[in-house]
């Protein structure tokens, strides 16, 4: 071994902490990460979608409808935040979030390609419950990811609709996020990727008064949930 490689590691060694060293600054709540339990506020936008599965049935008049969400609106969420300190790096938190938003379905007819618009409310309550990997801190910031099951229940449910989503909803998410340290609070953007797992099409419809409209749900075999969020966390 060439006995000059210690000595140059050890020099390699030097600069690095020396230089590090001076990159470090004064840390604002510099154990603010070490506290059993805190509260937080998240707000943010979110983008909802549906993966939508056509089953292709033909009414009694032979038309074949397709559905298809063409484009998507944001929506705003609002939320509480309960966090739980496990170790240096992880955090198991619970964070109840109210998500405002609509979906708009646009239907074709196969043969005359006549068109149909509608839209469905959707103003979910979540209830997620999420583990949070952070990395080392260096100064005042913090990366993380985040992943967990959450459950939902749908608020807009409004009947008599040429569409109706069910009430209830589960998955997974899993996002990535920065903690920035100030003085006084902990500021946290983070996007969050929503899965959902069940068929939120409801096919009992028996809340229709105008049956003609029923062809739009038959039109539809699946409807899985997907969202984009993005939130400011303050904690």
């Known amino acids: 071994m060439n006995r000059r490689l210690p000595i140059f590691l050890f ?6 902490l020396n230089s590090y060293a001076q990159h470090q600054k004064v840390k604002n709540q510099p154990y603010g990460d070490q ?32 559905a298809e969400i063409p484009n998507y609106s944001p929506g705003f969420n609002v939320g509480l935040i309960a966090d739980l300190y496990l170790n240096q790096y992880m955090n198991l938190r619970f964070s109840p979030t109210v998500y405002f938003g609509d979906k708009s379905f646009t239907f074709i007819e196969e043969t005359s390609k006549e068109l149909f618009h509608t839209s469905v409310r959707s103003n979910f309550l979540t209830f997620p419950l999420d583990m949070k990997v952070s990395s080392m801190r260096l100064n005042n910031y913090r990366p993380y990811i985040i992943a967990g099951a959450y459950t939902a229940l749908n608020l807009g449910i409004k009947k008599n609709e040429p569409l109706l989503l069910k009430a209830w909803d589960y998955g997974f998410q899993i996002g990535f996020g920065c903690d920035f340290y100030l003085p006084i609070v902990k500021v946290c953007p983070e996007i969050r990727f929503y899965f959902g797992i069940p068929n939120m099409i409801n096919h009992d419809r028996s809340d229709l008064t105008d049956r003609s409209q029923l062809k739009f749900s038959q039109a539809l075999t699946r409807g899985v949930t997907r969202m984009i969020v993005i939130s400011l966390n303050f904690e």
């Open 11 to 16: 020099f390699i060694s030097c600069v690095f």
């Open 35 to 66: 506290r059993l339990h805190h509260f937080g506020l998240t707000v943010g936008l979110n983008f909802q979608d549906l993966i939508l599965t056509n089953s292709g049935f033909t009414d009694e008049n032979g038309e074949t409808w397709f």
